[in-house]
């Protein structure tokens, strides 16, 4: 079973309707039990770093979701990826939840609009499980303003757009992807295939 956080940040449903597709068990929860209880975690999210971190510390889960992101695959998706690291500096400066060392800043683009939102292409750069869904040319939904500055050794793909930007960043059970992989049609969908056939490690 596949637990999707409810803490009120976002794609809750389109990912949910992408797990259904795929056949894969999942429940939309607030419960700690179900976070306990499942097998795999995902935290979606859409919206600002700061907003998020505070409706997840709302919700009492914080400690449980530490923990378990270290027991069993986790996948923060969006800003449910940027909440994964240290700190963010999205209308102020916020602790995440510190699970993968970096910060979350302003995209640095070249002068390209912000947000960043459209179709890119992934290059992978430390290859993870879910890199091995991959294929040269696979192009992937983005919709942000914010993206990960963290080492080398966490980024798993990233893209192109006026700068280097981390899109699918790993640590032991761990993952984020910065795009949508619900929205980023076949690519996204046998990634998350691959998330849900993944063991603990």
């Given at each position: 079973?596949?637990?999707?956080?409810?803490?009120?940040?976002?794609?809750?449903?389109?990912?949910?309707?992408?797990?259904?597709?795929?056949?894969l068990?999942?429940?939309?929860?607030?419960?700690?039990?179900?976070?306990l209880?499942?097998?795999?975690?995902?935290?979606?999210?859409?919206g600002?770093f700061?907003?998020?971190?505070?409706?997840?510390n709302?919700t009492?889960?914080?400690?449980?979701?530490?923990?378990?992101?270290?027991?069993?695959?986790?996948l923060?998706?969006?800003?449910?990826?940027?909440?994964?690291?240290?700190?963010?500096?999205?209308?102020?400066?916020?602790?995440?939840?510190?699970?993968?060392?970096?910060?979350?800043?302003?995209?640095?683009?070249?002068?390209?609009?912000?947000?960043?939102?459209?179709?890119?292409?992934l290059?992978?750069?430390?290859?993870?499980?879910?890199?091995?869904?991959l294929?040269?040319?696979?192009?992937?939904?983005?919709?942000?303003?914010?993206?990960?500055?963290?080492?080398?050794?966490?980024?798993?793909?990233?893209?192109e757009?006026?700068?280097?930007?981390p899109?699918?960043?790993h640590?032991?059970?761990?993952?984020?992807?910065?795009?949508?992989?619900?929205?980023?049609?076949?690519?996204g969908?046998?990634?998350l295939?691959?998330?849900?056939?993944?063991?603990?490690?």
């Amino acid at each position: 079973m596949i637990a999707i956080i409810d803490y009120g940040a976002g794609n809750l449903f389109s990912v949910k309707n992408a797990l259904d597709f795929l056949g894969l068990p999942n429940l939309v929860t607030k419960s700690e039990q179900d976070l306990l209880d499942a097998d795999h975690i995902i935290l979606p999210g859409v919206g600002a770093f700061a907003d998020a971190m505070g409706m997840l510390n709302a919700t009492g889960l914080v400690d449980t979701i530490k923990a378990q992101a270290h027991k069993k695959p986790f996948l923060g998706i969006c800003v449910g990826m940027q909440l994964l690291f240290e700190t963010g500096y999205e209308f102020g400066v916020t602790k995440g939840l510190g699970l993968i060392p970096g910060e979350v800043r302003l995209l640095q683009t070249g002068g390209l609009k912000v947000p960043h939102m459209g179709w890119n292409e992934l290059a992978v750069q430390t290859p993870c499980p879910l890199t091995e869904t991959l294929q040269p040319g696979d192009y992937v939904y983005f919709v942000h303003s914010y993206g990960a500055v963290c080492p080398g050794e966490f980024i798993s793909a990233s893209c192109e757009y006026g700068s280097r930007i981390p899109a699918l960043v790993h640590s032991g059970n761990l993952y984020g992807a910065q795009f949508h992989p619900e929205k980023s049609g076949r690519v996204g969908l046998a990634m998350l295939k691959k998330f849900g056939e993944l063991k603990p490690i």
